[in-house]
């Protein structure tokens, strides 16, 4: 049988390990920061009829603008965004992948500061793109400073900035927005701020969509994913100004939006009310999760996200196999004495701090 190691592989691929976290059948996964809530019947119902009507024109290719879902997108933002203005994809992964293909390439670089989202640098990898990782400073935090000497020093043609971080939570203050912003057109780069996160900070009215107008090299990335409870769909999204639009539109596969796609996802924008209603229950729970675990003597971040990462364990490996032989699945993100758990359900919560101190007790 043919191995992995008999293709002609490219030779920056030899080795490596596709991204991808465990999938475990447990009864308490927190470990990809899914909203753990299922989505009302009403909204599933309306759904699946969209859905139905799309089948009856499958026979054709989808909208390959997919118009309703961009006005649908700009509505539920608002601040005056314009459909002109919105771009969507098969995740906001895919959205980052548009922007790699368009602004990145041979030759080019991109920053970020870590530890950050773990596809940045396999997104620059595969786009021929040069990452560039730049350290946090205490408790995973930035500043203006630090953000504007690292760009201005590198000059990369994309600098990413994620808010609030995965996977530490760590807030974004717009005073750092500004100064990247400041740094990153002084030579004409692109800053993205990737907001997969945004609906559960404590202060939603900070985020980079209010800082738009008038900043044409700015790209705010989002997703359904997360706050939505739409993770199983595939759908992300960015807003920025219109130029920025055109240029995705020339590395974009022709009907990358499939007519399914497009239906559940203005479906779900048309109930966004009540699937985000869960949000509040979410925040409360991972403020929870904050608490508790200080109770308990371990070292917490401060978290904007739907998670949170908690450090202070002298074997993180050993409380990880310990949490998943109670049944409760949570992320080992790679930093030593760390793990890092999704606030889902009141219930699930009390399953995870109940296995928690039993794995403390040992």
């Known amino acids: 049988m043919t191995q992995l190691s008999d293709l002609p592989l490219r030779d920056d691929l030899v080795g490596r390990k596709p991204y991808g976290a465990p999938q475990l059948s447990v009864s308490v996964a927190l470990n990809v920061n899914e909203n753990t809530h299922r989505i009302p019947e009403e909204t599933a119902v309306d759904i699946i009829s969209r859905l139905a009507a799309a089948v009856l024109e499958v026979n054709r290719y989808p909208d390959r603008e997919f118009t309703g879902l961009r006005v649908a997108l700009a509505n539920y933002l608002q601040r005056g965004l314009t459909p002109e203005q919105i771009w969507a994809a098969n995740g906001s992964n895919e959205v980052l992948q548009h922007i790699f293909q ?54 990369p043609a994309i600098t990413i900035l ?56 700015l790209l705010v990335s989002r997703t359904m994913s997360k706050a939505f409870a739409f993770a199983g769909a595939r759908v992300g999204y960015l807003a920025a100004d219109p130029a920025v639009i055109d240029a995705l539109r020339l590395v974009r596969l022709p009907y990358h939006l499939s007519a399914f796609t497009q239906a559940a996802a203005e479906a779900a924008l048309a109930h966004s009310t009540a699937l985000l209603a869960n949000v509040d229950d979410i925040r409360a729970q991972r403020d929870r999760i904050v608490s508790e675990l200080r109770e308990l003597g371990l070292d917490v971040y401060e978290s904007d996200a739907n998670f949170v990462l908690f450090g202070g364990l002298e074997d993180n490996a050993k409380v990880w196999q310990q949490l998943l032989d109670q049944d409760v699945l949570v992320r080992d993100v790679g930093i030593p004495g760390t793990l890092r758990v999704t606030a889902g359900t009141a219930a699930e919560t009390t399953a995870f701090l109940n296995a928690l101190r039993v794995a403390l007790a040992k």
């Open 102 to 155: 368009a602004f990145g390439g041979p030759d080019r670089s991109a920053l970020s500061f870590t530890p950050t989202y773990s596809m940045y640098p396999l997104l620059a990898e595969g786009t021929g793109t040069n990452y560039i990782a730049v350290p946090r400073g205490n408790r995973f935090e930035l500043t203006a400073d630090s953000i504007s000497s690292a760009i201005l020093e590198h000059k």
């Open 162 to 217: 994620c808010s609030p971080n995965n996977p530490t939570g760590t807030p974004l203050d717009l005073d750092c927005i500004l100064a990247a912003y400041e740094a990153v057109v002084s030579f004409n780069g692109i800053l993205v701020i990737d907001e997969a996160y945004a609906e559960f900070a404590h202060d939603t009215s900070i985020t980079a969509l209010n800082q738009l107008d008038g900043r044409p090299n």
